[in-house]
Every structure is written in structure tokens, then in C-alpha cells.
């Protein structure tokens, strides 16, 4: 009888995972159309310009947390996970099809982001 109720709750847990990911990305790309209006400095142009920046840095985000341990975060690491997050968001521009981002637009739309990030669920997030 347990077996069966630990083989529902992994599955559970998978289908749960793979909808904690897409809302995940949801908010992503929704924090990033308001970082762009709000930022001097970064702009993405078009619907799946949005979607794959929000890919691309949340996977360079994982990669970077997996490997290096540093959460990148803006505000999860204190100015260590701010700097990152700043330099994800730059790079990300050589990736992602009409995204456009300065120096300065990285650093204020890291600022931004902590910010959105803070005021959002947490669990979502």
C-alpha cells in the first residue's frame, strides 16, 4: 500500500514540476516585458524574443548556480548575485534575436528584476 501511494506522489511531483517550470517561465518573460519598458538601455522586441531570453537566462541562472554554487539572483546573494545577474542579462543579447542591452541597462534591469523578484511569490519564483 505504500508503494502505491509513493509511485502517485512522484508522479505527482513531475506533473507538479513541469507546471512549477512553465509558470516559472511565465513570470520570467512578464518580468522582462516590464523590465524593458522600465529600463533605458534594454529593450527586447517581439513575443518570442521575450520567451527565449527567459529560456536562455534561466538556463545560463541554472548552469551557473549548478556549477559555480552562486545563486544569480539579484538580490539572493547579496552584490555577488546582483553582479551576475547583471552580466547574465548582457550576455544574454548575443543569444536572443532583438535584445538589445547596455552596460547600464544591465546593471538597472538587474535592480529591476531584484526588485520585481522581492515583490512576487517567492514559491514561484
Not at 520570467?28 to 513575443?47: D, E, H, M, N
Not at 551557473?64 to 554554487?69: D, N, S
Not at 535584445?99 to 520585481?116: D, F, K, N, Y
Amino acid at each position: 500500500m505504500n508503494d502505491t501511494n509513493n509511485n502517485t506522489n512522484d508522479n505527482g511531483q513531475k506533473g507538479s514540476s513541469i507546471s512549477r517550470y512553465l509558470l516559472r517561465l511565465v513570470f520570467t518573460v512578464i518580468i522582462l516585458a516590464i523590465t524593458s519598458f522600465l529600463t533605458p538601455g534594454f529593450s527586447i522586441v517581439g513575443l518570442w524574443s521575450y520567451i527565449i531570453a527567459a529560456v536562455v537566462i534561466s538556463v545560463v541562472d541554472y548552469l551557473i548556480e549548478k556549477f559555480m554554487g552562486v545563486d544569480a539572483s539579484p538580490f539572493g546573494k547579496g552584490i555577488k548575485g546582483f553582479i551576475v545577474a547583471a552580466i547574465i542579462l548582457y550576455l544574454a543579447q548575443f543569444i536572443v534575436p532583438n535584445m538589445s542591452v547596455t552596460i547600464i541597462g544591465a546593471i538597472i534591469a538587474a535592480l529591476i528584476i531584484g526588485i520585481l523578484d522581492a515583490i512576487l511569490p517567492s514559491a514561484v519564483m
